[in-house]
């Protein structure tokens, strides 16, 4: 993750975008999530969810609020896409 600076504190962990003062904070549940994202950016809803232990729909979610909060982004077709990360301007 070269554009964003990881802060852990207590076991929360925030998420702070390069060149902007933009920090996001991530739940254990998400920050996990982005781990798997960033080792594996076409693993399936169904993967995510049996690795973390998490419904199909919490995983859902949670995608919805990295994708919201600009951290990923779906990249292709529903069936064979990918998300990534999104670098910083």
């Given amino acids: 993750m070269n554009f964003v600076t990881m802060h852990e504190s207590h076991g929360k962990a925030?998420?702070?975008?390069?060149?902007?003062?933009?920090?996001?904070y991530l739940t254990p549940s998400r920050k996990t999530i982005l781990e798997i994202i960033t080792k594996?950016?076409?693993?399936?809803?169904?993967?995510?969810?049996m690795t973390t232990n998490l419904t199909a729909r919490n995983v859902e979610k949670n995608l919805y609020f990295l994708k919201s909060s600009g951290l990923i982004k779906r990249v292709g077709g529903r069936k064979f896409g990918e998300r990534e990360m999104i670098d910083s301007p």
Avoid at 14 to 24: E, F, Q
Avoid at 40 to 49: D, H, Q, R, V
Wanted: aromatic share 0%.
């Fill in 14 to 24: 925030t998420v702070k975008r390069r060149n902007s003062g933009i920090s996001i």
């Fill in 40 to 49: 594996n950016p076409k693993i399936k809803i169904a993967e995510i969810a």
